[in-house]
C-alpha cells in the first residue's frame, strides 16, 4: 500500500512516531554526554559514591531511552514501503543510533574497569584514589543528566540491568540491528554538507587569507637601497629580509 492509500491518521501517526525517535535521539546523545563526563572523574580525589549512585542513575537512564528508541525504530523500519517519503530520514536515524550504542557500550567498558580497580566498597578505599587536584564535583553534570526527558519515559518502565548485563545487551542489541534490518551505512547521507559551521563565515576567511598572503609576500629590495634594517612601514617582513640581504 502506497503513502497516497493510507489514511490520514496512518500518515500523522507515523509522522508522530518518527519525531519522537528524533527527539529520543538528541536526548540519548544529551544523557550518554553526561555520563562519558562523569566517568572521567572515576578514580580521581573527587570519586566518591556519590558520583557512583549519580552515574548509576545516568545509566539507568539511557537504558531506557536504549531500550525505547530501539523497539520504535524497528517497528518503523520493518514497515517502510520503498516510496515512502520519511525512508531516508527513518534510515539515517538508525544509523546514528547504532553508533551511538557503541560509543556509549566503550564508556561502559572503561567504567567497569575503573570500578574494580577503585572500589570504594570501604572507608580506607579512598587511600587508593589518584590526587589530581580536581575541586568540587560532577553535580552540576549529574543534573543535567536528570533534566533530559524523552518522548515516552513517563508512560514506559524497563527492567533495570547491573552494569556488566548492560555491556551484553548492548552487544546482542548492536548483532540484531545489524542482522534484521538491511540499512548500508555507506548509502546514508548526510542532511547538510561537511563544515557547515564555517560555510557561512567563508567571506570572513577568504579576507583573512588574502591579507595572510599579503603578509607573508616578499618585497625585492632593490640593490641600490642601503643594508640594514628597514624602518618602513610598508615594509611587511620585518626585519629579517634586512638581515639577509
Known amino acids: 500500500m502506497n503513502r497516497w492509500q493510507r489514511s ?14 528524533e527527539r529520543a535521539q538528541v536526548a540519548l546523545s544529551k544523557v550518554t554526554a553526561c555520563f562519558q563526563q562523569m566517568s572521567t572523574s572515576l578514580g580521581s580525589n573527587v570519586d566518591g559514591s556519590f558520583l557512583r549512585e549519580e552515574m548509576e542513575e545516568t545509566r539507568t537512564v539511557a ?22 517519503e520519511d525512508k531516508e530520514q527513518v534510515e539515517r536515524l538508525w544509523v546514528i543510533f547504532l553508533s551511538s ?12 574497569v575503573l570500578q574494580e ?22 553535580s ?16 514506559e518502565e524497563t527492567e533495570g540491568t547491573d552494569l556488566k548485563t548492560h555491556i551484553e545487551e548492548i552487544d546482542v542489541l548492536l548483532e540484531e540491528m545489524l542482522q534484521r ?3 548500508p551505512l555507506w548509502s546514508v547521507e548526510p542532511t547538510q554538507e561537511a563544515w557547515v559551521e564555517g560555510s557561512s563565515t567563508q567571506g570572513v576567511g577568504q579576507e583573512e587569507d588574502e591579507s595572510l598572503e599579503e603578509m607573508m609576500e616578499v618585497e625585492v629590495v ?8 628597514c624602518h618602513h612601514h610598508n615594509c611587511k617582513v620585518g626585519c629579517l629580509l634586512c638581515l639577509l640581504s
Open 8 to 21: 490520514v491518521v496512518e500518515i500523522q501517526t507515523r509522522k508522530r512516531q518518527v519525531n519522537e525517535c
Open 63 to 84: 537504558h531506557k531511552i536504549c531500550s525505547g528508541l530501539h523497539r520504535r525504530l524497528l517497528s518503523l523500519l520493518m514497515e517502510i514501503d520503498q516510496g515512502q
Open 101 to 112: 550504542l557503541e560509543n556509549f557500550q566503550q564508556d561502559l567498558k572503561k567504567v567497569k
Open 117 to 138: 580497580i577503585f572500589p570504594l566498597t570501604q572507608r580506607k578505599d579512598r587511600q587508593a584514589l589518584v590526587n589530581t587536584g580536581l575541586a568540587g564535583g560532577t
Open 140 to 155: 552540576e553534570v549529574a543534573a543535567r543528566a536528570a533534566m533530559v526527558q524523552t518522548p515516552w519515559l513517563s508512560v
Open 181 to 183: 534490518v538491511n540499512v
Open 222 to 229: 632593490s640593490q641600490n637601497k642601503t643594508s640594514g634594517c
